[in-house]
């Protein structure tokens, strides 16, 4: 007996025709897998998923600092070296007080390599962040080798001086040879480090030192 859907009655389900029956499971089942997909696994996967990319972030973290705690030893040794290296460089930078004394050695390399000095002057200093520039202006006679000789003494100093802005010419003396009488001028920078209460008050005047004149 054919049935009409506008005849159908929840409460005779029995008598459904086999098709309305397979049709309405098939829909219930739709129905449920659709909610349950939506109402549950929706979220579960939705939370997988951002487990795994934590837990890849995770594994590269771990990896890092896997690689990180191998090489500590060797980065220790580094920091150390460089601390080695910092420290001898700063010994190596005069204090104020030990500047006098640069200057005698500076005129003790020219009197041995057999230089007439006619001026030998510290400037004003330069302060920068975390040291202080110490220039020297030096004017000097002799000749190219004992220029040359006083050049390489000053490279040869226990403490750090850089030759700038030098200048070479003939004295202008009189039946002297152009090798044979030379006069050079030279800038030689020295540097000072900054104690704390200086890095944090850097004086802007500087220290001027007292001009030597040897002309």
């Not at 951002?50 to 594994?59: A, D, G, V």
């Not at 006619?118 to 002799?142: D, N, Q, W």
Request: with cysteine; glycine share 6%.
């Amino acid at each position: 007996m054919a049935l009409k859907l506008n005849e159908i009655n929840l409460s005779n389900v029995a008598d459904w025709p086999v098709w309305i029956k397979s049709l309405s499971a098939l829909i219930i089942f739709s129905a449920c897998t659709f909610a349950g997909y939506w109402f549950y696994a929706k979220n579960t996967l939705d939370n997988l998923s951002t487990i795994q990319k934590k837990e890849s972030q995770l594994k590269t973290s771990v990896a890092l600092k896997m690689k990180q705690a191998v090489s500590l030893p060797q980065y220790q040794a580094q920091i150390e070296e460089l601390k080695g290296i910092y420290e001898s460089m700063i010994q190596q930078l005069p204090n104020s007080k030990e500047v006098p004394q640069l200057v005698d050695d500076i005129t003790s390399v020219g009197v041995r390599a057999g230089l007439t000095f006619r001026l030998i002057r510290p400037m004003p200093e330069k302060v920068e962040s975390f040291y202080a520039t110490l220039p020297i202006e030096i004017s000097v006679s002799g000749t190219y080798d004992e220029l040359g000789q006083f050049i390489s003494g000053i490279s040869a100093l226990p403490r750090i001086v850089m030759i700038h802005d030098f200048s070479i010419r003939p004295s202008g003396k009189e039946g002297a040879k152009q090798e044979d009488g030379l006069n050079m001028t030279i800038k030689a920078n020295t540097y000072r480090y900054l104690n704390e209460d200086e890095q944090r008050k850097p004086s802007e005047k500087g220290v001027r030192g007292k001009g030597v004149n040897r002309g």
